[in-house]
């Protein structure tokens, strides 16, 4: 089959690696036969690891890359001094062409780095962002930005605003996307000197749908569909909603233990929950792309399994196919235009 999607996987990055990379990987190909995995890292332990599957073969190849970078380590030097590094080896590959996207679960400042360094930021794009799906009473919300760029200024937000809505047009198929940026009220007044200065020019953008401020409360009961914002506030919004998430999950099957009644009504509800719960795991929706770059690169949990690292694999199938890179690209250089 010559039409694959060709996703380089960072097989040494992530608490889990490589074993639950590698399953994630052999899962995606096995669920499509429209994908190409290109492993990289230390190839004997790789071959080791992928021996315990069975697997179309002509689906997964093996790119050897001999060094690792660790999370703790500095992102520029090591981009910088490991270029035989599992994820400069994969980004490189998206460089050349010879893969059409990039997934990985290691150093989110690598990652973040070597995107803009090796991958490259489409001409125009100010600062690529971060931009995880997060679960809503009414589907699905895009946070951006969740972690890149910590010092935005209104005109990064401003490109936020248009990627995301983008994205939710063609990734997700909500036309005419709604798009609020996070505030401490939904008077336009309100806000620090960043959201203040941003709301005007949100206001005065043609080609997106804003309706004002939106406060972090009402993210989960899905306000807007894009949700804008720098990535300290939205890195700290994504982690709560995580922790909240997982603690109330962990409250409700305790509380379902407590007595024979309660375990006889967890029993009747059980399928009716699991399937309300499986609507607010995040890890359905795979990873967080980096938007606004000549090629698809995807940031996946650092605790991500093979479940997380499959659907990360296959939602670059979706993108490809929807040339969202292409549209980005439209969509700034005609804005550049009319300035």
């Known amino acids: 089959m010559s039409d694959f999607t060709k996703v380089a996987l960072d ?15 052999v899962e995606a190909v096995k669920k499509r036969n429209d994908i190409k995995v290109l492993l990289t890292g230390q190839e004997e332990l790789l071959k080791k690891v992928l021996s315990e599957y069975t697997y179309p073969e002509d689906q997964i190849e093996i790119v050897n890359a001999s060094e690792v970078i660790e999370t703790a380590e500095p992102p520029v030097m090591a981009i910088r001094k490991k270029k035989d590094s599992s994820i400069v080896v994969a980004m490189n590959l998206v460089k050349k062409g010879e893969a059409d996207a990039f997934v990985s679960a290691g150093s989110s400042g690598a990652v973040l780095v070597g995107g ?7 001409p125009g794009v100010e600062r690529p962002p971060l931009a995880p799906l997060l679960p809503t009473m009414r589907g699905v919300s895009l946070l951006i930005d969740c972690g890149a760029n910590v010092d935005a200024r209104p005109s990064h937000l401003v490109q936020f605003a248009k990627m995301g809505s983008i994205y939710m047009e063609h990734i997700i198929g909500k036309k005419n996307p709604t798009v609020g940026i996070v505030n401490i009220g939904a008077e336009e007044e309100k806000g620090n000197a960043l959201v203040k200065e941003t709301f005007p020019l949100l206001k005065a953008c043609k080609d997106i749908n804003f309706i004002g401020s939106v406060e972090a409360r009402e993210i989960p009961y899905g306000a807007a569909d894009v949700i804008v914002c720098e990535a300290f506030v939205g890195n700290v919004i994504l982690k709560l909603y995580e922790g909240v ?13 407590t007595s024979l009644r309660s375990k006889i009504g967890a029993l009747l509800v059980k399928p009716a929950l699991k399937a309300t719960l499986k609507d607010f795991d995040s890890s359905e929706h795979g990873g967080a792309p980096l938007l606004g770059l000549n090629g698809l ?26 040339r969202i890179n292409e549209k980005i690209r439209e969509v700034i250089q005609f804005a550049q235009e009319e300035d």
Request: hydrophobic share 40%.
């Open 297 to 322: 690169v995807v940031k996946t949990h650092g605790s991500s399994t093979s479940k997380e690292v499959c659907n990360s694999i296959v939602q670059c199938v979706t993108f490809k196919e929807q």
């Open 245 to 257: 998430g997982g603690a109330l999950t962990k409250k409700i099957k305790a509380g379902m233990m």
């Open 11 to 25: 097989a040494m990055g992530g608490d889990n690696a490589p074993g639950e990379i590698i399953k994630g990987a």
């Open 116 to 122: 803009q360094v090796l991958v490259g930021r489409i």
